[in-house]
């Protein structure tokens, strides 16, 4: 009989640990314990660090694929509205773990990228994939006249997603929803203003 596959446990147990303590210091020992597996495990399933890295940089993009979807994709509601919809939820998030983690995307962006040319090409890849819906969300918004139509919709949607991951860090810091909020209000009554509000 083969021996159960241990994989998605440490893969979640990794995210969990890598969420609070960073690239850096997350070591394997962290993160089987956190598993409840032995370390052998680890090894079985994963070639190093830097490949399970990866892989669990994808299932965080995956689970924020899913905030994004439920928020842009909501044609109910206008683009700046389905762009502050999105904002809100990852603040409902955030506040869910009392303001103490951040965001995997932007702590690897400081900590991994610097170290692996591997993370930093998929980080690469992981930004331009989430930055097209807002892209597409702007230039929907800016052809109805919802959204300035000042700068293109792939630079704004950039700006944005910069600034929200430089706001989360500020939040890691004030363990409140100060710098999301005052990112968020500031974002959309001015950078996405239509000149009606």
Not at 11 to 39: S, T
Not at 86 to 111: N, Q, V
Not at 128 to 142: D, K, L, M, R, T
Request: with cysteine; net charge negative.
């Amino acid at each position: 009989m083969p021996k159960p596959s241990h994989r998605d446990t440490i893969l979640k147990a990794g995210r969990k640990v890598m969420l609070r303590k960073g690239y850096v210091g997350a070591g394997v020992r962290d993160i089987v314990a956190e598993a409840g597996v032995p370390q052998g495990s680890f090894t079985n399933h994963f070639q190093s660090k830097e490949e399970f890295v990866k892989e669990v940089l994808d299932l965080y993009f995956g689970d924020l694929k899913t905030a994004i979807d439920e928020a842009l994709g909501d044609t109910r509601l206008t683009p700046r509205d389905r762009i502050a919809r999105y904002l809100d939820i990852i603040t409902e998030r955030l506040a869910g773990d009392g303001f103490s983690r951040g965001c995997l995307i932007g702590d690897f962006s400081l900590e991994a990228a610097p170290q692996s040319d591997l993370l930093r090409e998929r980080l690469l890849e992981i930004f331009a994939e989430w930055s097209a819906p807002f892209a597409a969300c702007i230039a929907e918004g800016q052809k109805s006249g919802d959204i300035a139509s000042t700068f293109p919709p792939d630079d704004l949607a950039e700006f944005l997603l910069g600034g929200w991951e430089g706001a989360i860090l500020r939040m890691k810091v004030s363990r409140d929803a100060k710098p999301l909020e005052r990112f968020k209000t500031i974002m959309l009554s001015i950078v996405f203003n239509d000149g009606a509000r």
